[in-house]
């Protein structure tokens, strides 16, 4: 899955599989990946439109979708 780079102090990058409805985020941290799945599209694309893009994932994306953690860098 592709992911985009945001300049974001809470999320490196993000990125998004329509067909699987899974939408993948890396965070600065720790460089930790999670999965979030059956997320909309319609979200991906509020996500990444949002000025504040860790806001809206606080507020929309955290605790509403099953996560899942992938590995963890560093």
Do not use: T
């Amino acid at each position: 899955m592709r992911r985009y780079i945001l300049a974001n102090p809470m999320i490196r990058s993000a990125g998004y599989d329509a067909q699987r409805q899974v939408l993948e985020m890396e965070f600065a941290s720790d460089g930790q990946i999670c999965q979030f799945d059956n997320v909309p599209e319609e979200i991906w694309y509020r996500f990444r439109s949002h000025h504040l893009p860790a806001l809206f994932f606080q507020h929309f994306i955290m605790g509403h979708y099953p996560e899942r953690k992938m590995q963890e860098i560093g």
